[in-house]
């Protein structure tokens, strides 16, 4: 059989597009003649892809906010899967963003009967243990998980999965731990997500917050993260007028120096905790959705890293609990007694596989893609 040559890639929102370039990364590495192309954003550019869809704007806070977007999503799903069966890549890789790239595959196989490989990274439901999506994604894909749990749940219906360990996590290097910081200052980290809505939603009560932790620390210096253009513009009015505040393009550029951070529930609560970064997690939408939500989980916790741990290693401020009041005394505390954060989290790396994952991952897509 002959070598893959091109690898079309689909991601929704930013840790997506981080996931997708790690991976290609690895895979060049073993194959340098290999083409990247796919639906991303500036990751994929700055890499030189040949990017079919920018997906900025795609993500969504659930379902309801998620209506308006749907007639674009679909017609971009459509002309994606209609593209891909009339000149079929060596390999098409989704990676997480379910509600688009689940669709996608559904596509290709039922309507375009596209025999070509498909691989899944990061499939839908880590943590909810529906058999519905898993069955779905493994009729239609090759399904490759970065969490045991996952793993052992795909397993326990008789469906086909790989896992060795998560991609990401030997990329994030962790920093040594650090003391607390002077009693009236610091330096903090503010990362309140990618998605437009995460942000109009979070920053102004991380922005409240850290008043009120100024309130004792003066000297208390702050970094805010943005993933992208768009999120930079929208952070930069959210944080306008407010001093000792810097805004940094990306999350390492953010956690650098920082004594502590609040931190968006998702991905980079991952990432943070892996850089050994002290962190608190918060979330909120609206009440109607965090209904629907409280419905749908199996588990006490909604971050990475107590999800993966099975037990509050970091603390999670959700809904009404996201009030500044609470935010800042929460990191009061943290800024106060750091050395309980790092005993709390103690594991998490060794939870998450060999230290070989992300090249182990590549060698299987590439096995994936050789599959015809």
Not at 54 to 79: C, F, N, Q, V, Y
Not at 285 to 300: F, N, Q, S, V
Not at 326 to 343: F, G, I, N, S, V
Request: charged share 25%.
């Amino acid at each position: 059989m002959s070598a893959p040559r091109r690898i079309f890639f689909s991601t929704g929102e930013p840790s997506g597009e981080l996931a997708a370039l790690a991976l290609a990364e690895a895979m060049r590495a073993r194959d340098a003649g290999l083409r990247f192309s796919g639906i991303g954003a500036d990751g994929m550019r700055a890499a030189g892809w040949d990017l079919y869809a920018d997906h900025t704007g795609w993500a969504s806070l659930g379902p309801l906010a998620a209506i308006p977007r749907i007639p674009k999503l679909l017609r971009e799903m459509w002309k994606c899967a209609r593209d891909l069966a009339a000149a079929p890549p060596d390999l098409v890789v989704l990676v997480d963003f379910g509600a688009f790239n689940v669709r996608l595959a559904k596509e290709l196989r039922d309507k375009y009967r596209y025999v070509g490989p498909i691989l899944y990274l990061f499939p839908p439901g880590a943590w909810l243990d529906d058999p519905g999506p898993a069955r779905a994604v493994a009729a239609r894909a090759f399904p490759l998980t970065g969490f045991a749990h996952q793993a052992a749940f795909y397993r326990s219906l008789h469906l086909p999965i790989a896992f060795f360990g998560h991609p990401l996590a030997p990329r994030i290097a962790s920093r040594p731990e650090r003391g607390a910081p002077p009693s009236d200052g610091g330096t903090l980290a503010l990362l309140p997500g990618s998605r437009g809505d995460e942000i109009a939603r979070l920053a102004p009560r991380l922005r409240a917050a850290l008043a009120l932790v100024r309130e004792t620390r003066p000297r208390l210096r702050a970094r805010v993260g943005a993933a992208g253009a768009a999120a930079r513009r929208q952070v930069e009015r959210a944080f306008r007028g407010v001093a000792e505040v810097e805004i940094c393009d990306g999350l390492q550029a953010a956690i650098r120096d920082a004594d502590a951070a609040w931190v968006a529930s998702g991905t980079a609560v991952l990432e943070t905790t892996l850089s050994n970064v002290p962190t608190i997690a918060l979330y909120a939408i609206t009440p109607l959705l965090a209904a629907h939500a409280r419905r749908l989980m199996r588990r006490p916790y909604i971050t990475l890293p107590n999800l993966i741990l099975d037990r509050e290693a970091i603390p999670e401020l959700l809904q009404e609990r996201a009030s500044p009041p609470e935010l800042a005394a929460a990191m009061e505390r943290l800024l106060r007694a750091p050395e309980t954060w790092y005993r709390a989290v103690d594991g998490l790396r060794d939870a998450l596989g060999p230290t070989d994952a992300l090249d182990r991952c590549a060698s299987y897509a590439l096995d994936v893609a050789r599959t015809r």
